[in-house]
């Protein structure tokens, strides 16, 4: 049976990239009654240097965001990774079966890596613990953007060869990307970039928390070309796309109506619409957000009981490795 599984760094605000790559496509999968599981990956997130207190400010916020944006915690499974030990675990058993040389080959590893001077050995194995949070469940299903698409790979390799080395335990998961236009937002000041929670500049992304002056200035300001005209062409235009992108998501209209409706407008006036398209659009998440920010106790039970449904779930699945790596002595 289909096991739909994804992941989520609590890093920093949410935005809109992995709104429209990832959780928008989470909530759809959930409303057709998938069984989804969601992780807020708390480990992944402290293999580069962190503030402890920030972190845990972020799992609460991202729970709140996760809520705010329509995920069901009785439809779905959400939980925080940390609470539940099988996936580090399982990332050791699936470390021992992994090669160094294919690790250094990643290019997430690579680009992160590049301006460190001391590369934490966790950033490394960083993938190898993505394998283990997906086959923990035996997942089918990896709904993510477009970045993630390399580290899945190595995912499916991983499933493979324990499969074959020690006989047959896990699916080979597939990757679900919601479409080339959502699944690789691009930044605001680079369009050549996508748009990350890690770039230190705060105008290159739209936050799901920013507020609308917020968002309308920093779209004001979101890097375009020297054509005034409002037509879509990711690759020479990538730009003026992307702005056209976010727009169709948000309002539910087609690239062509889109372009068609802004025949009158420069590039300039049209920003200003894509703006008041998406205060429009966050407003109500927003508030839904806002209203779990203050019942901490609540986002706390909830994390709690996904922990226990994704442990009993994870278990099983370690105590079946464990026993294929010949660890478990029958008297
Ligand atoms: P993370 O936290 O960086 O991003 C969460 C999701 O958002 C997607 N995303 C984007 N989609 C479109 N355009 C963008 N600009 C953009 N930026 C981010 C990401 O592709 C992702 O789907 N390694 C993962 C977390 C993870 C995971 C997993 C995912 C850990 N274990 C197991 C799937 C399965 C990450 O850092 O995502």
Request: net charge negative.
């Amino acid at each position: 049976p289909p096991r739909v599984f994804s992941g989520i760094q609590p890093t920093g605000s949410i935005h809109i990239g992995n709104y429209l790559g990832a959780i928008s496509q989470w909530v759809k999968l959930q409303d057709q009654n998938e069984d989804l599981i969601l992780s807020i990956v708390d480990l992944h997130s402290i293999t580069l240097p962190h503030d402890p207190h920030t972190l845990s400010t972020n799992i609460l916020e991202l729970t709140a965001t996760l809520l705010g944006s329509g995920i069901d915690p009785n439809k779905v499974i959400l939980f925080q990774q940390s609470n539940v030990h099988a996936h580090a675990e399982l990332c050791w058993c699936l470390g021992c079966i992994s090669t160094m040389a294919r690790l250094a080959h990643l290019p997430q590893y690579k680009e992160k890596s590049a301006s460190l001077k001391n590369i934490p050995l966790g950033l490394f194995v960083y993938p190898v613990l993505q394998a283990a949070d997906i086959l923990s469940y035996k997942s089918t299903h990896i709904p993510v953007g477009e970045d993630q698409v390399q580290q899945i790979q190595l995912c499916q390799e991983l499933a493979r060869m324990f499969n074959s080395k020690f006989g047959e335990t896990f699916p080979i998961p597939h990757t679900m990307i919601t479409s080339s236009e959502y699944g690789r937002i691009k930044s605001l000041r680079d369009p050549s970039k996508k748009m990350s929670k890690s770039d230190p500049d705060e105008k290159s992304r739209i936050c799901l928390t920013d507020a609308p002056d917020v968002i309308v200035r920093n779209i004001k300001k979101a890097v375009t070309d020297f054509q005034s005209e409002v037509t879509f062409d990711a690759e020479k235009r990538p730009g003026i796309s992307n702005l056209l992108s976010i727009h169709s998501f948000v309002t539910g209209k087609s690239i062509d109506t889109i372009c068609k409706e802004a025949e009158h407008l420069d590039t300039g006036r049209f920003k200003l619409e894509v703006a008041d398209a998406v205060v429009a659009y966050v407003k109500p998440i927003q508030d839904t957000i806002a209203q779990h920010l203050s019942d901490k106790s609540y986002l706390l039970n909830v994390l709690a009981q996904g922990a226990e449904k994704a442990s009993n779930i994870a278990n099983d699945t370690l105590k079946e490795v464990h026993e294929k790596l010949g660890m478990v002595v029958k008297s």
